[in-house]
């Protein structure tokens, strides 16, 4: 059998590789996009974490999927702030995380920002009028990326199909093998990208690959500790409940009533579907360090009982919840954080607090204003936030000396803190449409990516409503832009 050739090959439909893989063949870039699960969507779908973060990132790909879902029932609403642990009322105890709900009220253009609050503890008033996500209903997104995906007529999407080997040269990946069931098929392609969230396309072509916590050596972070260590973000096992009892799952029969693994119970993001049932997000379930130390299929295990036990403790503890039942468990941890590849540039905590106006980058193509938000017992929580938002550069998507490879996903060229901050699904989508872009872009002129120019990158995103200056996100910017 002839290899089949690709102009672009996307591995990986999650957050990045569907923004990444739409972008280009929109454009006209003969594309094939690969994902070993049997769905696209990835963490958003399933690892349950089916709620977009507000913030400026939310411009460009990840709008035109909100304006689709919009059409249809029930598949997308936009939550604000209902009830904070930080803000006790009367005297009642505190709700056990945050509790967001669904409001009709609102309108896309309102979950465009996060910067600017001093954050929960400090700023109710700010919190209540500023922060407002995007819960959706995973199947129904993973389907209507797929139609989009479909629609290009340009995009072949192989679900079940497990990238393993490839072959190099000369700083070039040349072909992949991807194992579809039992058979294996060789692809050519002209264009990579790694949007596998470990970015393990990049450590299976030998690139310089980060993991855990760096040291304030290596990138001169101010909150960096002295010294390096595996610690990264902790996991999350994201549950759902529902007051349908027939959809109830049934609990195991034995399970220690105290919390095992660490103090107390860990509070949780508790997030109202459109439906009306709870997305509930331990903040975390595990430990990354432990998680990474165990084989998946007993961390998983393990997590699991962990759900049960911190629903019955939630349930008991909380009115909110009486006449409630998990429905469901996703059916993969979620991880905030793994493996990620040293770019041509590595983004830091500087770029992350230091803000846009202190940023000399020229080739700046995503924006993002999320906390630096670590979820693990050792780092006390940090949750710095941004006093204005910041840009991620074209550079931290090229792994360094690589060719015809970049890589749009949570593990590329971003610190451990860098990363605690921009990992957000948005703006891996941002990141993802700036890589497709380049594929696009670097096809019209016969250059590689990398060697696209940085300003008719730029001008190609904000062709496609890609807002990279975070002052049109003003009102009358929103309406420059026709988002509502
Ligand atoms: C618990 C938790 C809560 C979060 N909460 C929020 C939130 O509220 N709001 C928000 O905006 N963000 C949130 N985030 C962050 C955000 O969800 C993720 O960082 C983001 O979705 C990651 O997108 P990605 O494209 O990097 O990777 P992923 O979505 O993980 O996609 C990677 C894909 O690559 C596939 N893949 C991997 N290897 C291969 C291979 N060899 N061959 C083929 N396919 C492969 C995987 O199956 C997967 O589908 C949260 C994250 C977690 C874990």
Known sequence: LEDLHYELIVVGAGAGGIAAALTAARLGVRTLLIERENKVGGTAVLSGVSIWEMGVSGTGISRDIYERLAQIPDAVGIYSVYNHCCWPKDGAPTFPGGQFIVDSDRTYADTLRRYGTRGYAADETMCRETWHGLPFEPEIFSQVVRDMLDETGCCDVWADSELVDISTDGGKIRTCKIQRSDAYINVIGDVWIDSTGDASLCALAGCRMMFGTESQDEFGEPD????????????????????????????????????????????????????????????????????????????????????????????????????????????????????????????????????????????????????????????????????EPYGIPFRCLIPKGWQNLLVACRGASFTHIAGASCRLTRTMMQIGQAAGTSAALAKANGCLPREVSAKYLRKALSEQVVVLDYRELLQKGFINHGIH
């Open 224 to 387: 960096a500790p002295l010294v390096a260590s595996s610690e990264t973000n902790g996991v999350s096992l994201v549950y759902r409940v529902s007051r349908d009892s027939s959809k109830w799952l049934t609990p195991p029969s034995l399970l220690p009533t105290d919390c095992w693994w660490t103090d107390q119970f860990p509070v949780a993001n508790v997030v109202e579907y459109p439906n009306g049932d709870w997305n509930m997000n331990m903040l975390p379930t595990m430990e990354g360090e432990v998680y990474y130390g165990m084989a998946a299929g007993d961390a998983y295990q393990e997590c699991v009982r962990r759900v049960w036990a911190h629903w019955r403790w939630t349930q008991q503890a909380w009115p909110e919840f009486t006449g409630c039942g998990i429905s469901w468990i996703a059916p993969k941890v979620g991880a905030r954080e793994g493996p990620r590849v040293v770019g041509e540039y590595v983004l830091t905590e500087q770029d992350v607090l230091g803000g846009i106006t202190q940023q000399i980058h020229a080739d700046i193509i995503a924006i993002a204003d999320h906390a630096v938000d670590i979820h693990n017992t050792t780092e006390s929580n940090r949750c710095a936030e941004p006093k």
